[in-house]
């Protein structure tokens, strides 16, 4: 399992038990005890939620994209600092 499918995955379920929380205020009574709980915990998983939707779709995943470009790029040789061929 590599690096993008952990995250794809930690974002899904992210995503996913934020639908569920909702899904279940709506459907379960909450007793007025755990109120401020539920309150401050459904705060919680929908700050993470949100942290989930910035970096897939801000400029986070395009600037590790990027650095991941430049770490995979080719580079000269001490002789020919100019060239980008790999010599075999």
């Known amino acids: 399992m590599n690096r993008d499918t952990v995250r794809n995955l930690l974002g899904g379920w992210f995503a996913g038990s934020f639908i569920g929380a909702l899904a279940a205020l709506y459907l379960l ?14 705060g919680q998983l929908s700050g993470f939620t949100g942290a989930v939707v910035a ?3 801000g400029t986070s995943k395009g600037s590790a994209d990027k650095t991941a470009m ?9 002789i020919d600092p100019v060239s980008v061929e790999v010599e075999a």
Do not use: C, E, S
């Open 55 to 57: 970096f897939n779709f």
């Open 29 to 42: 009574p909450i007793p007025p005890a755990n109120k401020d709980l539920i309150v401050f915990m459904l």
């Open 70 to 78: 430049l770490a995979n790029r080719p580079a000269g040789t001490p």
